[in-house]
């Protein structure tokens, strides 16, 4: 049964850094593009991140771009996303996905990330 | 800011047909897929349409989406309550070089 399941979500301040992680089982994460979305509260989603599955291409949304780092340990099947340098904006819900555009989609239940004082 | 635009809402009684735009650009909509997503409240979005007008399995045929240049659209037939939810649309933007999702449009069923 194919499960993704994120953690590290937390209450962190402006300018503070959060590594959340998403452990996947039933598949082979680094044989599909993996991704992050995420949604603020009473929002719309926003894609953050992408990575393709030999990790050679990754993208990012331009608010994120110098601050967020996608990346994927083949060895316990995860994908990250570090974040540095949080803003109030970064405040949502962080999905993560196994491709988001094709028949064989599935996300995560999402972990909730606040940056406030 | 989303590049994506659909209506904020739409609403129908049970058994009606409803659809839902989504308007884009040269970049995205008008050279690439669009997907369509279904969210229930309080759920993670769950694939409804990709390649524009494909179905996954497990999903009624009371969905169907189509494109047509920098637009496309969902369309609900024979309305029913659990499909009460909010709905997006995306595709890739190369002029960004990112994904892009649509406003979304809260579905009420009257």
């Known amino acids: 049964e194919v499960q993704l399941v994120e953690s590290g979500g937390a209450l962190v301040q402006p300018g503070g850094s959060l590594r959340l992680s998403c452990a996947a089982s039933?598949?082979?994460?680094?044989?599909?593009?993996m991704n992050w979305v995420r949604q603020a509260p009473g929002r719309g989603l926003e894609w953050v991140a992408n990575?393709?599955?030999?990790?050679?291409?990754?993208y990012y949304v331009d608010s994120v771009k110098g601050r967020f780092t996608i990346s994927r340990d083949n060895a316990d099947n995860s994908l990250h996303l570090q974040m540095n340098s949080l803003r109030a904006e970064d405040t949502a819900v962080y999905y993560c996905?196994?491709?988001?555009?094709?028949?064989?989609?599935?996300w995560g239940q999402g972990t909730l990330v606040t940056v406030s004082s | 800011q989303s590049v994506l635009t659909q209506p904020p809402s739409t609403s129908g009684t049970p058994g009606q047909r409803v659809t839902i735009s989504c308007s884009g650009s040269?970049?995205?909509?008008?050279?690439?897929?669009v997907t369509w997503y279904q969210q229930l409240p309080g759920t993670a979005p769950k694939l409804l349409i990709y390649?524009?007008?494909q179905r996954p399995s497990g999903v009624p045929d009371r969905f169907s989406g189509s494109r047509s240049g920098t637009s496309a659209s969902l369309a609900i037939s024979g309305l029913q309550s659990e499909d009460e939810a909010d709905y997006y649309c995306?595709?890739?933007?190369?002029?960004?070089?990112?994904?892009?999702f649509g406003t979304g449009t809260k579905v009420t069923v009257l």
């Open positions: 039933g598949f082979t994460l680094s044989s599909y593009w």
């Open positions: 995306g595709a890739w933007d190369d002029s960004l070089n990112g994904y892009v």
């Open positions: 040269s970049s995205n909509i008008g050279s690439k897929s």
């Open positions: 990575m393709n599955e030999d990790g050679s291409g990754k």
């Open positions: 390649s524009n007008n």
């Open positions: 996905a196994r491709g988001i555009s094709t028949v064989d989609s599935y």
